[in-house]
């Protein structure tokens, strides 16, 4: 099996415990499309205290090229990882395979733990926000209670 983009011969191996094929020249990865999760999940944590969701992720060329899929000589969709153009990955959407040049996992890792970030902030500030409500709410009716019962008391 040769690499998409140098013709090199791939190396399997593992990468967090997850099969994976890399090429011997250009550094490719080639793995398949349900293990992308687990490995970015295994890289977050060492990555995690150096990307704030603040740091600035510098889009990777993607230039324009056609792949073939190593494994079932289909031709490769180009897509943005996130919806972004900041990576542009290949995928074979009929057998499943994910080719990703050698920078590209890494800055999906800084994607994937800012993307976190700013889930878990969003989250948190909801969270506070409808306490904020509720204690608001309380409040109120304490108040409303107190000079009900001023009222009726005289």
């Known amino acids: 099996m ?3 983009n140098c013709q090199a011969t791939f190396d399997k191996g593992r990468l967090h415990g997850i099969p994976i094929r890399r090429c011997r020249e250009c550094e490719g990865l080639l ?8 490995i970015l ?44 153009k900041i ?6 959407s009929k057998c ?25 902030l969003r989250r948190t500030s909801r969270a506070s926000f409808q306490n904020d409500l509720l204690s608001s709410h309380v409040y109120t009716q304490a108040v409303n209670q107190a000079f009900m019962m ?3 008391l005289g």
């Open 2 to 4: 040769n690499c998409p």
């Open 41 to 84: 999940e295994s890289i977050a944590p060492s990555i995690m205290p150096s990307i704030s969701m603040d740091s600035k992720i510098d889009p990777l060329p993607s230039g324009d090229r056609i792949r073939v899929c190593p494994t079932c000589d289909e031709q490769m969709e180009a897509f943005g990882y996130l919806g972004t």
């Open 31 to 38: 793995l398949i499309q349900k293990h992308l999760l687990n």
């Open 87 to 92: 990576v542009v990955i290949d995928s074979c």
């Open 150 to 152: 001023g009222f009726l």
């Open 96 to 120: 499943k395979h994910l080719f990703l040049d050698k920078l590209e996992l890494g800055v999906m890792a800084a994607l994937y733990v800012k993307t976190n970030k700013i889930t878990e």
